[in-house]
């Protein structure tokens, strides 16, 4: 396709895409440091404020939001604190909450203190993860594919975000695979799981994942190009997308060679948390705008360059990622 990279961006906004997985509460809190503590060798912490942002799928939801598309999630929260503020932020950033469903089962929660001296960037010196991993029941499975069944009779694309936190139960996996038999746009990101979505469309591994799913070491380009081929093989997907960080992305297609897109901008990177699923949402609508393989690993490459300049979990504006896309 002839149309310049930056093109595709306004064609996103134009998509509805469903985000299947695990719902996270990110909180950072933040404080002044001054000494080292008298019962232990740690810094002492003066809290100041904290806040909450959106984290696991809802974080690949909030990027698919910013670009202007319809973000419908899809997953579970807890009945306590953090699961109201997921839903809340998600309802604030004008994404469609139905999907969202209540459980006993307490919502996973992510805290990450920030700190420093007066007039210092703070960094982060502490992450306390909450989490509880009892397997959901059988009828939040039953809840979850009716709520996804529903969702995807109004999307052009369902993303699945897979922290492997529970929401992606083997019943529901079937129902994201029967989506791409029937000729859906299927987009995966797995951390621990990713051989169990055969048929998909796409996944979007990082080379650590892509190591663990291919079962082999990857220590060098050739090491990647093997892994891939491999992945391809085994999931019969139409691309494997591997990320690669600060060497960019490897892109694996059926009888095509291996196509290898640099990283844009890596002088400068702060913070790398998130930028997955701002790749994964990015690849996700462009190919629902309709956008080939690689111009859509392209784009979603641009987009993640925005991303790793800002801390924590963070977004990319369709004006932002123009003005990537014209540098590339």
Same mark, same amino acid.
């Given at each position: 396709?002839?149309?310049?990279?930056?093109?595709?961006?306004?064609?996103?906004?134009?998509?509805?895409?469903?985000?299947?997985?695990?719902?996270?509460?990110?909180?950072?809190?933040?404080?002044?440091?001054?000494?080292?503590?008298?019962?232990?060798?740690? =810094?002492?912490?003066?809290?100041?404020?904290?806040?909450?942002?959106?984290?696991?799928?809802?974080?690949?939801?909030?990027?698919?939001?910013?670009?202007? !598309?319809?973000?419908?999630?899809?997953? &579970?929260?807890?009945?306590?604190? $953090?699961?109201?503020?997921? $839903?809340?932020?998600? #309802?604030?950033?004008?994404?469609?909450?139905?999907?969202?469903?209540?459980?006993?089962?307490?919502?996973?929660?992510?805290?990450?203190?920030?700190?420093?001296?007066?007039? +210092? +960037?703070?960094?982060?010196? =502490?992450?306390?993860?909450?989490?509880?991993? +009892?397997?959901?029941?059988?009828?939040?499975?039953?809840? &979850?594919?009716?709520? =996804?069944?529903?969702?995807?009779?109004?999307?052009?694309?369902?993303?699945?975000?897979?922290?492997?936190?529970?929401?992606?139960?083997?019943?529901?996996?079937?129902?994201?695979?029967?989506?791409?038999?029937?000729?859906?746009?299927?987009?995966?990101?797995?951390?621990?799981?990713?051989?169990?979505?055969?048929?998909?469309?796409?996944?979007?591994?990082?080379?650590?994942?892509?190591?663990?799913?291919?079962?082999?070491?990857?220590?060098?380009?050739?090491?990647? #190009?093997?892994?891939?081929?491999?992945?391809?093989?085994?999931?019969?997907?139409? !691309?494997?997308?591997?990320?690669?960080?600060?060497?960019?992305?490897?892109?694996?297609?059926?009888?095509? #060679?291996?196509?290898?897109?640099?990283?844009?901008? !890596?002088?400068?990177?702060?913070?790398?948390?998130?930028?997955?699923?701002?790749?994964?949402?990015?690849?996700?609508?462009?190919?629902?705008?309709?956008?080939?393989?690689?111009?859509?690993?392209?784009?979603?490459?641009?987009?993640?360059?925005?991303?790793?300049?800002?801390?924590?979990?963070?977004?990319?504006?369709?004006?932002?990622?123009?003005?990537?896309?014209?540098?590339?």
């Amino acid at each position: 396709m002839n149309e310049p990279l930056s093109g595709w961006v306004k064609k996103l906004a134009e998509k509805s895409v469903v985000v299947l997985g695990d719902l996270v509460a990110d909180e950072y809190v933040y404080g002044m440091t001054s000494r080292i503590s008298r019962e232990a060798p740690v =810094l002492v912490v003066r809290y100041s404020d904290n806040e909450y942002r959106l984290g696991g799928s809802a974080n690949a939801a909030h990027n698919v939001a910013d670009l202007g !598309a319809r973000a419908i999630p899809v997953g &579970v929260v807890g009945d306590d604190e $953090a699961g109201v503020r997921v $839903a809340d932020l998600c #309802k604030r950033y004008g994404m469609v909450t139905s999907g969202i469903l209540k459980n006993g089962r307490p919502t996973t929660r992510k805290t990450r203190i920030l700190a420093g001296a007066i007039h +210092t +960037t703070k960094q982060q010196v =502490l992450r306390l993860d909450r989490e509880d991993t +009892t397997p959901y029941h059988k009828d939040i499975d039953d809840r &979850v594919i009716l709520a =996804l069944t529903k969702a995807l009779k109004k999307a052009d694309a369902l993303l699945v975000s897979d922290y492997g936190l529970g929401v992606l139960s083997k019943r529901v996996i079937q129902a994201v695979r029967a989506y791409a038999k029937d000729g859906g746009i299927v987009c995966v990101d797995s951390r621990y799981n990713l051989r169990a979505y055969k048929g998909v469309t796409a996944v979007t591994p990082n080379e650590p994942e892509a190591e663990a799913a291919a079962a082999m070491p990857i220590e060098s380009d050739a090491h990647v #190009k093997k892994a891939g081929a491999f992945l391809l093989k085994e999931l019969q997907s139409r !691309a494997v997308v591997i990320t690669r960080g600060q060497k960019g992305m490897a892109i694996f297609e059926p009888d095509e #060679k291996p196509v290898y897109v640099p990283v844009v901008g !890596a002088d400068e990177v702060a913070d790398v948390t998130g930028a997955g699923d701002t790749v994964i949402a990015t690849f996700t609508l462009a190919l629902a705008a309709g956008a080939d393989v690689v111009t859509a690993a392209r784009l979603a490459n641009c987009a993640a360059s925005v991303t790793v300049m800002k801390q924590g979990a963070a977004t990319v504006s369709p004006q932002e990622l123009v003005r990537a896309a014209q540098s590339a």
